[in-house]
């Protein structure tokens, strides 16, 4: 079966960097566009970054970009979150997610086929 596990997370000071990694199995890795959303506690999940399944086109929410890259391994089966300058209101639960040959709407989680369990990332001030 399909399974994406997250890692990396913990708490930082605001100001420092985190590298979140995600390990999926069960699927072609390579035939998936893959996401970032996260969840902070009382509030709506929300999209954080994606990158295609040919690696070709990312996207980024606005809140994040300039401070975080998601990158993919196709031969690990990867995907990675780098981000720096953390900010307090990035502390959230964060989960990576796959969409199978996802090219529109990457910011969209009902396009998401398959869900990690999250990994935890706070950020003190």
């Known amino acids: 079966q399909v399974q994406l596990v997250e890692s990396g997370g913990g708490l930082v000071q605001a100001g420092g960097s985190l590298r979140l990694s995600c390990a999926a199995s069960g699927l072609t890795f390579s035939t998936y566009t893959m996401g970032w959303f996260r969840q902070a506690p009382g509030k709506e999940r929300e999209f954080v970054a994606a990158i295609t399944w040919s690696g070709d086109i990312t996207d980024y929410a606005d809140s994040v970009k300039g401070r975080f890259t998601i990158s993919k391994d196709n031969a690990q089966n990867k995907v990675y979150l780098q981000m720096n300058s953390l900010k307090p209101e990035d502390t959230s639960v964060y989960y990576c997610?796959?969409?199978?040959?996802?090219?529109?709407?990457?910011?969209?989680?009902?396009?998401?086929?398959?869900w990690g369990q999250g990994t935890q990332v706070t950020v003190s001030s």
């Open positions: 997610a796959a969409n199978y040959r996802g090219t529109f709407y990457l910011s969209v989680s009902i396009n998401y086929d398959y």
